[in-house]
Each structure stands twice: as structure tokens, then as C-alpha cells.
């Protein structure tokens, strides 16, 4: 599975955009992006997956650059309740390849 | 509809015993998977079940552990004699065919082994 390298944490304002980006460089042609997140001590929540095209669901939007090098996890209007580890995880969904995560922490 | 359950919620044993945890995945999903986060460190994949068959058990960490999956409903991750680095949270996710679907996590086992 290819690695990704996530920024440690990151800070968002309540009620704004948070962007959680993420680069996977050593992508291959058929590996997917999968984004989690574990909100303090409870299992891992799926969040949105994507190939090559842009995602969008009821929780996030994924944008995957064109060369699939790198991509970035939107949540629109992040609430207190996004604060959260989010991981960025490429490659195959039945083993799924956990790194260090980004801590987004949202502020009132 | 019900989640993935974990049994127990905490677990604290001493060196040596045995401690069996259980996962009852979402009705339906054919797919169970057991991972754990040990000391701090990063979750990591320990095996994967398709019904009650073993498709991948590469992160199982030596044989003092066992999985078992009969009948392909729950599954029980036994560990035997439970050493001090066994410590930690132990999750378990089902989802519903292979490919490419979302894996749904229980809340976890704690387990302590002092």
C-alpha cells in the first residue's frame, strides 16, 4: 500500500471550511483514497473514498489532484463535534493501513 | 439497525492468563476484520474473516492469538497466555462484500495485562 504523510494537527474555526490535506506520491493506478476519522477513543468512523474524481457525501467532499499525487478532505462547516484524528488511507480496503492522522481540533 | 458490538467494553488481566474478546459484526456483512492500537502506537491490521474463512491473517502478531469465526456470524480473538505488550484497544469492523465498501467499527475491547 502506498504511504501518505498527513500534517500532525491542524486548527479550524467553528462554522468555517476545514481542508485536511494529504499526499500520497507512490499512488498506484488502482488504489483508492479512504478517509476515517476517530473522534476520541471510539472505533473509526468511515468518512468518503475516491479514485480519480472529486467526492462529495453527506459528511465531507474528497478532491484528488489529476495526477493523484495528493488530495485534500473537505468538511464545510466543521462543528465542535468534527474535533477529531482524521486518517488519510491508500490502497486496499480490506486491510486498512492506519497512519499518524492529522489531530483537527475546532475552536469555538 | 444495530452496529458492530464489542464484548467486553474493558478487560484487565494478569501475565500469563487468557482473555477471549468477542465482535458481533452488522447483520449481513460477510466481511470481519480485527485491528488493534497498542501503547500509543498506530492502529494496524491484525486478519480478516469472509465468513467464517481466514482471508488474511498477515498482522497477527505470533501465535498466542487465535481467531475464530464459526458459522461466520461473530468472532472471538482469543489470547493465550496474554504478555504486558499485548496491551491496548483491540477494534473490530465488518463490511458487507469486498472491493471497496466502508468498514463499520465497533467501539473496541480495552485490554490490560498487568
Known amino acids: 500500500d502506498a504511504k501518505t504523510t498527513q500534517p500532525t494537527s491542524m486548527d479550524c474555526a467553528e462554522g468555517r471550511a476545514a481542508n485536511l490535506p494529504c499526499n500520497h506520491s507512490?499512488?498506484?493506478?488502482?488504489?483508492?483514497v479512504y478517509w476515517y476519522r476517530q473522534i476520541h477513543s471510539q472505533g473509526p468512523q468511515y468518512i468518503i473514498h475516491g479514485l480519480k474524481n472529486n467526492e462529495t457525501n453527506e459528511m465531507a467532499s474528497l478532491i484528488i489532484t489529476e495526477d493523484r499525487k495528493s488530495s485534500t478532505l473537505i468538511l464545510p462547516h466543521a462543528t465542535l463535534r468534527d474535533t477529531a484524528v482524521y486518517y488519510c488511507i491508500v490502497g486496499s480496503a480490506r486491510q486498512l493501513t492506519f497512519g499518524s492522522g492529522t489531530q483537527l481540533t475546532v475552536l469555538p | 439497525e444495530a452496529g458492530v458490538t464489542q464484548f467486553p467494553s474493558h478487560s484487565v488481566i494478569e501475565k500469563g492468563q487468557t482473555v477471549t474478546l468477542r465482535c458481533d459484526p452488522i447483520s449481513g456483512h460477510d466481511n470481519l476484520y480485527w485491528y488493534r492500537r497498542v501503547m500509543g502506537k498506530e492502529i494496524k491490521f491484525l486478519l480478516h474473516f469472509v465468513k467464517e474463512s481466514k482471508q488474511d491473517e498477515s498482522g497477527m502478531p505470533n501465535n498466542r492469538f487465535l481467531a475464530e469465526r464459526t458459522g461466520g456470524t461473530y468472532s472471538t480473538l482469543k489470547v493465550q497466555p496474554a504478555e504486558l505488550e499485548d496491551s491496548g484497544v483491540y477494534f473490530c469492523a465488518s463490511s458487507q462484500r469486498q472491493g471497496r465498501n466502508e468498514q463499520f467499527f465497533g467501539p473496541g475491547t480495552r485490554l490490560t495485562v498487568l
Open positions: 507512490t499512488i498506484s493506478g488502482n488504489e483508492y
